[in-house]
């Protein structure tokens, strides 16, 4: 059936660091794929998303692109800041919306 | 704004005794979802309706039910709650299914944070 497999946390970086985590993913047909992010006590936000095979989601200088080869997906910024610091969900859709296990990102100032 | 909307945002019940949850949306979608999340882990989704067909996630305990009176609402009815309920219930629309080409993205509300004494 079809899965994420996410990066492992908790990660803590310093402000201004360079952020990546890892995503990859196994599906049938041809997925969906999205990053998401959960401020504490919140709702899951839509981050960024990616419809197709090379396709690069962008959004608050996060970016992610649909690396069919390797099948990953995987979410980078070039430098975080205090206020990023959150729980980050990859997901993939086709019938249904597989999560990622997430990955909680703490920014040091 | 469009967005999804929960009420509560915290709810304390007893053991026991039934909960209703409710979400309602402006996004004008078919799609309605409720997932239950516990500890910043991976939402769980318990159940969803495409527009008034309603379908349940074979592992969801009956314990939990769902109605859709129409478009913008959305209940989650807890009949019994256990400690083991306790956790972020969190609502979810789409736009529509899966086309084959097309998987639409999910817009969640801030979720309701259930307490069971």
């Known amino acids: 059936g079809n899965s994420v497999t996410q990066m492992e946390g908790p990660v803590t970086l310093s402000e201004e660091a360079f952020l990546t985590i890892n995503c990859t993913y196994t599906a049938t047909g041809y997925p969906s794929l999205f990053w998401y992010v959960q401020y504490p006590g919140e709702g899951l936000q839509l981050l960024l998303k990616a419809t197709k095979a090379d396709d690069k989601g962008s959004n608050k200088g996060f970016e992610a692109t649909y690396r069919k080869e390797t099948t990953s997906f995987h979410l980078e910024k070039g430098s975080v800041q205090v206020s990023d610091s959150a729980v980050y969900f990859c997901?993939?859709?086709?019938?249904?919306?597989?999560f990622g296990a997430g990955t909680r990102l703490t920014v040091k100032p | 704004d469009a967005m999804v909307i929960q009420n509560p945002r915290y709810q304390v019940t007893q053991f026991g005794k039934p909960v209703t949850l409710s979400c309602s949306q402006t996004l004008n979608h078919n799609v309605m979802y409720w997932y239950q999340q516990k500890s910043s882990q991976a939402p769980k989704l318990l159940f969803h309706?495409?527009?008034?067909?309603?379908?349940n996630e074979a592992d969801t305990p009956d314990n939990f039910q769902s109605r859709r009176p129409n478009t913008s609402f959305c209940f989650l009815d807890i009949r019994s709650p256990g400690l083991g309920d306790a956790a972020m219930y969190l609502c979810a629309t789409s736009r529509d299914r899966y086309t084959g080409t097309a998987a639409y993205e999910q817009y969640f509300g801030p979720g309701t944070r259930l307490t069971v004494t």
């Open positions: 997901a993939l859709r086709t019938n249904d919306m597989r």
């Open positions: 309706y495409y527009d008034k067909d309603f379908n």
